[in-house]
């Protein structure tokens, strides 16, 4: 499955991407300018958290054991089989806002004036998300998670590895494959 | 012989998908009740007021699958845990294997009412009484609302929306009794009162007075409240007198183990019908997503040798009352520290109960900004430090500089979220 990795490294919180995420998906101009000016306001699917200096864009992480998917009171929120991403049927919605309390990553988006929830759905019907077009640094990217998987297993290995030769009661420093003693 | 589900609720019908997936090889029967089991009972209430078609109020159809067969419009009447066998209301026996009680709430009638014998009363629980009510409501206009639970708080503001008459009579303390503090109930209770609902909390039922045959007046907290149609929704009380004799019952209750488990090892319970015993406290959340993950849990747990316990037992839930959206996180505690944040004024209110500095439960009333992280906060069961404890305050900095158009901010979101 594909999903929006973010390099923590790379993001400077300069929330371009919420703001076109806002206009493109959310808006019916399209355009920044004109996107401001709307009423209902747009809102982004995406959300920058954290402080100045360590910012980090958030959105939904299509969870395999989804919460928000066994919180929705209508079946609105569902999994597409094809793509493995979790969406929101934005017609079965009535904005109960359940899910919004069942997300741990808080990623879903009440919107009031349209009676709907909102969430990330890594721009499905487009050839790119629009996030990680535009992030001006490249802290966002599309990532295969089978490859991601693929990474981590190989760093588990060296992990166990290293741990395997480190001498009893020394520390073992996780991510550098070497010991200290204690 | 093999998984029986009684009940085809949510609990239910989540069991039995998730016994297929889990369980491939088993068959598995869902026993129900009711003649069309299998929808949002959630809805019932928008559906009363007019807001929701009956044809979306099912739940999406399954593909065929031979080894699951649902049995609708047939109660079950006894359980034999010895014999492992059920007996139906229609004299049939059914042998299990493995058997899932999911058979949910009955709802709760105070004594005058259930034996009251007129028209125009009808609980709000199941859908063939919700048509009913319906139907009866096209020439009906004087609701009055009996109870302060979340289903008649829905109830009164649906219907209230859809231009009905509507007084809502909370028999005890005020509004969500058992998961609101009297603080963010008055939130709620001033919205409501704001819809141009009658409000009448702290009103214990007296008398009913009846007209040819048709409720015409209640009287709670010894005033006369007229009215032409009476929906109770004063709670829910599980049916558990067919496992009366089972063996299951401790004092009338179906208490199950945190892996959902009855006293019989094969006996597995998930949503209203099941009180869950974890960490010295008997709990039932009688929430939808419970009855969910509830359901889930008990059937992956049938043939696990250890089953496994829920991971996220909560009372947590959410509701929008025509413009004012709410979360609840947990109910209020004794001895609890509480931190809020106010605003009265825009019908804003968020709290949080702490223990030894642990969040424990609170209320997003107005504003439910971070609520599935405050979730998260509750359920990691950590002390939670200045930062954390400063997602109560909604957080203006760093807003994208979108215009509010006025009276948006009143409806919710105010944090850095948007
Ligand atoms: C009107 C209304 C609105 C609600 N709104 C919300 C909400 O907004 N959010 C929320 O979280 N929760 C809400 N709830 C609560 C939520 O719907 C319940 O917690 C949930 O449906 C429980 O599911 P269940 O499967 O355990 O039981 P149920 O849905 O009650 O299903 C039990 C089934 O078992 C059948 N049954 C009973 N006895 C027998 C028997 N002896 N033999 C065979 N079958 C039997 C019944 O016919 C029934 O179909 C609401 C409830 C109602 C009534
Ligand atoms: S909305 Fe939240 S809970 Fe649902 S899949 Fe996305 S990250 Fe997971
Ligand atoms: S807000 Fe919409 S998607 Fe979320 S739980 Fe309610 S109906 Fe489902």
């Keep these: 499955m594909k999903v929006i990795g973010i390099r923590k490294d790379r993001c400077t919180g300069c929330k371009t991407c919420e703001l076109y995420c806002a206009a493109e998906r959310c808006s019916e101009s399209k355009t920044l300018l004109g996107a401001v000016q709307e009423a209902p306001a747009p809102q982004p699917r995406v959300h920058v958290e954290g402080g100045p200096n360590d910012a980090f864009p958030l959105q939904c992480r299509h969870c395999l054991q989804a919460p928000c998917i066994d919180a929705c009171l209508t079946g609105a929120l569902c999994r597409d089989e094809a793509s493995g991403m979790v969406l929101i049927r934005e017609d079965l919605c009535i904005g109960c806002w359940t899910c919004t309390a069942f997300c741990p990553y808080g990623v879903i988006t009440p919107s009031p004036e349209r009676k709907i929830a909102l969430k990330c759905d890594r721009c499905l019907y487009m050839e790119n998300p629009v996030c990680v077009d535009v992030c001006p640094t490249g802290a966002l990217e599309v990532v295969d998670l089978e490859e991601i998987e693929k990474l981590l297993h190989e760093k588990r290995l060296a992990t166990a590895k290293a741990a395997a030769g480190v001498p009893e009661g020394s520390l073992l420093l996780l991510d550098q494959g070497r010991s200290v003693k204690s | ?418």
């Excluded at chain 2, 008459?165 to 028999?171: D, G, I, K, P, T």
């Design chain 2, 1 to 418: 012989m093999a998984c029986i589900i009684v009940g085809g609720g949510v609990a239910g019908f989540q069991a039995a998908a998730a016994c297929r997936a889990a369980w491939p090889d088993r068959a598995v029967t869902l026993i129900d009740a009711e003649k069309e089991a299998g929808y949002y009972r959630t809805l019932l209430p928008q559906f009363i007021a007019g807001g929701i078609a009956e044809e979306d109020l099912f739940f999406p159809p399954r593909g065929v699958d031979p080894l699951l067969t649902v049995l609708r419009g047939v109660r079950v009447r006894s359980l034999d845990c010895k014999e492992r066998r059920l007996v139906l209301e229609n004299g049939e026996t059914l042998s299990y294997e493995r058997l899932i009680l999911a058979h949910g709430g009955d709802p709760y009638l105070p004594g005058i009412l259930a034996t009251a014998a007129c028209g125009g009363i009808f609980p709000v629980r199941d859908l063939t009484t919700a048509r009913k009510t319906k139907e009866w409501l096209a020439d009906h206009r004087n609701v009055l609302v009996f109870g302060g639970s979340l289903v008649a708080v829905k109830t009164a503001a649906h219907l209230r929306h859809a231009g009905f008459e509507v007084s809502l009579v909370v028999r005890r303390g005020h509004v969500l009794l058992r998961a609101l503090s009297p603080e963010a109930a008055k939130v709620v209770e001033n919205h409501l009162r704001d819809l141009g609902i009658r409000l009448h909390v702290n009103a214990p039922l007296e008398d009913l007075r009846i007209k040819e045959g048709v409720i015409s007046g209640l009287k709670a907290g010894g005033e006369w409240l007229p009215c032409d149609t009476l929906l109770v929704a004063a709670g829910t009380s599980p049916d558990t007198s067919f496992l009366e004799g089972s063996g299951l019952l401790t004092d009338g209750e179906l208490v199950v183990n945190p892996a959902l488990q009855t006293s019989d090892p094969r006996i597995f319970a998930a949503g209203d019908v099941a009180v869950i015993a974890a960490g010295g406290e008997k709990i039932s959340p009688n929430t939808w997503p419970q009855a969910v993950s509830q359901g889930k849990r008990a059937a992956e747990n049938l043939y696990r040798s250890t089953p496994l316990p829920l991971t996220d037992l909560t009372r947590i839930n959410a509701m929008e009352l025509h413009g004012l959206a709410m979360v609840t996180l947990g109910p209020p505690v004794d001895g609890a520290e509480v931190i809020s944040y106010e605003r009265p004024e825009a019908k804003v209110r968020r709290e949080l109960f702490l223990i030894g500095g642990k969040p424990v439960g609170g209320a997003l009333i107005g504003d439910i900004s971070a609520a599935g992280t405050l979730h998260a906060l509750i359920h990691s069961g950590r002390v939670i430090g200045s930062g954390e404890a400063a997602l109560l305050r909604p957080q203006a900095t760093g807003v994208i500089p979108f215009p509010e158009p006025a009276g948006r901010r009143e409806a919710l979101i105010l944090s850095s979220k948007r």
